[in-house]
């Protein structure tokens, strides 16, 4: 089982940058691939970036170019904030799955365990 704790949210407003940490814990949280994910208010969640299986950053069209994630850490900095990237931020976590014969992550929209999200808001 692996917990997730997300901080680094705020207030911001329009063009301002943000940096969220998720901090992951328990006995096994090593063999996991995070991830993160956003939900603005009235939308369904999405996934923002996760690890392919090939070890690649997938970012979503919507924050590539704006939006860089540390592998090693997972920290997710965010810079060009946007009205429309307000929302409630989650880290999440996914077990590794078999690709070709090698256990990999399974890449961004896919997760198995969630944090209790950080929210963003940026106003314009």
């Known amino acids: 089982q692996v917990r997730l704790m997300e901080s680094g949210g705020g207030s911001v407003q329009s063009g301002g940058s943000l940096t969220l940490s998720c901090t992951a814990s328990?006995?096994?949280?090593?063999?996991?691939?995070l991830g993160w994910f956003r939900q603005a208010p009235g939308k369904e969640r999405e996934g923002v970036v996760g690890?392919?299986?090939d070890g690649s950053l997938n970012y979503a069209d919507s924050v590539k170019g704006r939006f860089t994630v540390s592998k090693n850490t997972m920290s997710l900095q965010m810079s060009s904030l946007k009205p429309e990237d307000t929302g409630v931020y989650y880290c999440?976590?996914?077990?590794?799955?078999?690709?070709?014969?090698?256990?990999?992550?399974?890449?961004?929209?896919?997760?198995?365990?969630w944090g209790q999200g950080t929210q963003v808001t940026v106003s314009s």
């Open positions: 999440v976590a996914q077990n590794r799955a078999y690709y070709y014969g090698r256990l990999s992550c399974r890449g961004r929209g896919q997760a198995d365990f």
């Open positions: 328990g006995s096994t949280y090593r063999g996991y691939c």
């Open positions: 690890i392919d299986p």
